[in-house]
């Protein structure tokens, strides 16, 4: 969703959910969809906080530490890594983890070493600033776990949607092993302010071994300049690093994750789950306005919608427990007789597209089940204006915002 973007209350909400942009908020609007922005932080966390890059050769990291590497074409050497504890077979050091990938990379230097193995409590990583000649690039390394079958694991390999996540290329594949791939080349800053470049590579496995690959083209994921054109590893490279056992071995030591949700605390109500926002969404689209396209996970939905005068982009939040929030709605709000505040706000849109407007309703009921929608005159926030207006008026936005169906969502 996130933390590096200037954001609506929706703040890549969705793309979080399918590990692009994880969910960040700018200040102003944080409070918009707090509960959301934690989730959000959580997935890209999961997702980029440790990723892995590189192609060279296949290491196989074996019993009591030691790092077995192929040599150019052909005889392995031994290479000494950091013995994990005797008393925890199947321990890795973060140390050895950073040997592993600078291993499996092409010939190069390399500074900016760091690792985290697998006792932290934390998903175990690496990362490394390589450069191969033509300039410092950060690669990373992560490794984790997933209940196979489960929404996490298919939503790791599913590429993102256009319309949230600017990319140039998405491709997912299953491998002969049944495994998922999921190569992605798209950009640090989804608004493109800057041209940092960010390629991934996203693997999960039958048995629930997640493996995630990150290459920037700066020595840093964010606040480095651009050091090169593209970052260093082809998307084949990408791919053959991603699938090296190695990283499987790792995963594999990890306990599953844990995915049942802790049950609502009396009072409160369930967070969304699957597509019920969306279909809600859909179901309260007025008369003369036709669905172009949509998708939504959890609290999030969104629909594009076409009134015959140009697509329009719509989102949507629904999140329980948000009584705290109450004194900090922005806009104009007014207390309906049943208590349910309602804000309004028209003003311009807030990723960088030419003439976008913004036109939200934002309604927190005496529960805390807070609906937030927001319509735009474009087919989406970061795309130039299309239309003078959104297809939705303000009066539509706030009877969506305040029908009963959404307690049926929660």
Known sequence: MPDDQHSDPFEERFAAVLRDTGGAFDTDRGALAAGGQV?????????????????AGIALVGVGGTLLVPEGGGKASTATASTPTPTAPGAYTGQQLVSTLKALLPEGTFSGESGRGTGSGLPPSAHVVYDDGKGAAAISVGLNRVEPGSEAARGATRCPDKVLTAHDSCTTSTLPD????????GYEYPDRRKDTKWWSAELVTPQGQQVSVSEWNSAAEKDAP???PEPPLSVDELKKLATAPAWRRVAAALPEETRQPAPPEPGSTAIPVGDAVRTTLSSLLPKGVREVSGGGDGEYAYVVVDDGKGRSFVQINVQPDMSDVAGQLHGDVETLPDGTLVATRQGPGEKGGAGVVMWTVDTLRTDGMRVVISAFNAGSQREDATRDAPALTMKQLRAIALSPKWRKAL
């Open 39 to 55: 989730r959000g932080r959580r997935i890209r966390l999961r997702r980029r906080a440790a990723v892995l890059g590189g192609a």
């Open 226 to 228: 651009v050091s090169r």
């Open 178 to 185: 049944g495994s998922r791939l999921m190569l992605l080349q």
